[in-house]
């Protein structure tokens, strides 16, 4: 006899014994537990159809799927039958409930229906602190039963990040490649394993809770999340199809698909796998890696499936429907035309569905397919691999890509389940493309990439309460103290905030102009702005900072910049016929013999002048006299004009059209 096979008939032994006295009223159901428990001994048989390559840990690891799925089944079967209490002496169904992680996996648990049992009412909107990463964060955060946030970063500086709750460096770990990609996330299993997928070149990761390596695998192109199965086996998506893992790292099974699979894979009560493809199909696949079904649709599936507490599989998909499938066949429940989704929908407790489209809105939908309301997110803005998370208070929150074809910037919005907004704040001057998170104590964090500078090119934002604030440190500023007018000069501002709070900075310039505040940027960050004066003279650069909080710094200490330019100014260009400068004497007495010379250049032809260079002396002007120099010019295009005088030289871009000359903004 097979040696496999004796833990089996053990267990089935038990499991005969304690039926022993149920009425004959419950025939029906006794019969349903007979079939499930022969159709498990079945699966057992089945397995020497595959190799030790296959299956390394033999047929009665591998078992341990149908275990748990079958005797669930038995069990719920049996609850019918009020005899659940023999079964639970007999068989031990893992709990996999992840509950003392806050946050442990992408959509929050295995089914991804990306609602947390915490509330957030008492979160004021704030951004309490932000930490730099050094390089773009596409990989959304989780949080462990302690609050530490992890998150990771990309192609250039692949770290795992392991940030405190009050926002300082707890380790970081050196990556073999990037993490993930496009609301990627990291996952935590009920041992405090992290497990990291990394794309080109990908490699899956186990990390120790102390930030060590426990073990890594080669993978096809990772483009994922990770999700964490009943019995600890891990699923990803990759560009051949999906992967499950043992938890030691052996490959257990590859399902192939007809395209690479972004979708990360979503597990329900029963250990059925479901996940999409760029082949355009919505899978669901037994625990041993066989196909139970799949569905088409006209589109790429980027997005996730979730699952309702009825068992309903809802899923998006490039052809602009949101899906409802039955679970057992894979047949459509109803459709909804929506938009591209390349996020998960979210379920709130009362079943409505929530997600964003890049087609500029954000949805809410009954369970029965009708739209409850959606929300303009502005033109060009669009919902890109953000999945929403939703408080125990029903707020909702959202990453926004402003401008999602450039990289124009990204935010996050909190909803209220009526479909107002709570309370929004711009986050990046690039994109977000990741997934709000919450925390145990209501706090909520959100990932963010930027254009870069000083090392930073991602942040992990934390929005949340605080006890106490303090307020940022006298800034620290840095630039040319020698110019000339009309020049652009580059100057780096920075200060340090004690609570790591953002801020926001203030500069004068000294010749009576400001820049307002900023945007929040990160505590410590150095951020760059340009300036150019126009007289000159001595000017005075000073700067402040302040928190998110409004708390405010001291002023800088000064910097001064001598600015030095000609005795003669040219104030500008005149629209209208031939070149028509106006000049001023900008001293205190009369100026004689200033040389000046025009170089022009015409993007199209000119009749006149014969020369594309003009040498002329003025002979005197006044102080703080205005005259207009006059030269005819005949022609047609765009004609760039310098005109260096006194040894200084300005630029003006122009039209030309005949003799007339317009001035073009630029």
Not at 181 to 187: F, K, V
């Amino acid at each position: 006899m097979n040696k496999c096979i004796i833990p089996i008939l053990v267990i089935l032994l038990f499991l005969s014994s304690g039926f022993v006295g149920i009425s004959n009223s419950a025939k029906e159901l006794k019969n349903e537990v007979k079939e499930i428990k022969q159709e498990l001994k079945d699966e057992f048989y089945s397995f020497d159809c595959y190799n030790e390559y296959d299956f390394p840990e033999k047929y009665s690891s591998v078992g341990q799927d149908y275990l748990w799925t079958k005797t669930h089944e038995v069990k719920i079967a049996n609850e019918k039958l009020n005899t659940s209490e023999i079964l639970e002496k007999t068989i031990s169904i893992p709990s996999g409930g992840f509950i003392d992680h806050a946050w442990p996996m992408q959509g929050y648990n295995r089914k991804h229906i990306g609602r947390s049992p915490y509330s957030t009412a008492s979160n004021p909107g704030i951004e309490k602190w932000r930490f730099g990463a050094g390089d773009w964060c596409d990989s959304s955060p989780v949080i462990d039963k302690d609050g530490t946030i992890y998150f990771g970063a990309t192609s250039q500086d692949p770290h795992l990040y392991a940030i405190n709750p009050d926002g300082t460096l707890k380790w970081k770990f050196k990556a073999k490649k990037g993490l993930g990609d496009i609301g990627s996330s990291p996952a935590i299993t009920d041992d405090d394993t992290i497990y990291i997928a990394t794309k080109f070149g990908s490699y899956i990761q186990a990390i120790n809770p102390n930030g060590t390596e426990k073990w890594n695998k080669s993978t096809p192109d990772i483009d994922t999340s990770i999700t964490i199965g009943h019995d600890g086996v891990i699923y990803y998506g990759h560009v051949k199809g999906v992967d499950a893992r043992y938890p030691n790292g052996t490959l257990k099974w590859r399902f192939s698909t007809g395209s690479y699979v972004e979708s990360t894979p979503m597990i329900d009560d029963n250990g059925i796998i479901y996940f999409g493809s760029h082949d355009t199909y919505i899978y669901a696949v037994y625990p041993n890696g066989i196909l139970k079904w799949k569905f088409k649709t006209d589109g790429w599936v980027h997005g996730s499936p979730t699952i309702g507490e009825d068992g309903t599989v809802y899923v998006g998909s490039d052809d602009t429907y949101l899906y409802s499938l039955y679970p057992n066949n894979g047949t459509t429940k109803w459709k909804c035309n929506v938009g591209s989704m390349r996020c998960s929908p979210s379920i709130d407790k009362n079943g409505i569905i929530y997600f964003g489209v890049w087609e500029e809105r954000f949805y809410s939908v009954f369970p029965n397919g009708t739209i409850k309301w959606s929300f303009d997110l502005g033109k060009y803005n669009g919902v890109w691999g953000s999945t929403a998370a939703i408080s125990d208070d029903g707020t909702i929150y959202i990453g926004v890509c402003i401008d999602i074809g450039m990289c124009g910037g990204g935010e996050i919005i909190a909803f209220t389940p009526s479909g107002s907004v709570k309370w929004r704040k711009l986050l990046s001057d690039s994109l977000v493309d990741t997934s709000p998170v919450i925390g145990e104590d209501g706090s909520v964090y959100i990932c963010s990439s930027w254009s870069g500078g000083d090392g930073i090119w991602g942040y992990l934002h934390a929005f949340g309460d605080v006890n106490s604030n303090e307020p940022p440190e006298k800034p620290n500023i840095v630039g040319s103290t020698e110019g000339e007018i009309l020049k652009f000069y580059k100057y780096r501002v920075k200060a340090n905030d004690p609570d790591f709070n953002p801020v926001s900075y203030y500069i004068d310039w000294g010749d009576g102009s400001y820049t307002g505040w900023t945007i929040d940027y990160g505590s410590n960050k150095s951020i760059s702005r340009y300036h150019q004066w126009k007289i000159p003279g001595n000017y005075t650069i000073k700067c402040k900072a302040k928190d998110t909080f409004g708390e405010e710094s001291n002023w800088s200490d000064p910097i001064v910049i001598n600015v030095s330019g000609p005795r003669i100014m040219i104030n500008d260009i005149e629209n209208g016929f031939g070149i028509k400068l106006i000049v001023e004497n900008i001293e205190n007495h009369t100026i004689y013999n200033v040389k000046y010379s025009i170089n022009i250049k015409v993007k199209g032809f000119v009749l006149y002048p014969f020369s594309d260079y003009i040498n002329r002396t003025i002979i005197s002007i006044k102080e703080e006299q205005t005259k207009t120099l006059r030269h005819f010019i005949f022609g047609l295009g765009s004609i760039d004009i310098w005109v260096n005088i006194d040894g200084f030289e300005f630029y003006f871009y122009c039209f030309l059209f005949g003799p007339f000359v317009y001035k073009i903004p630029y």
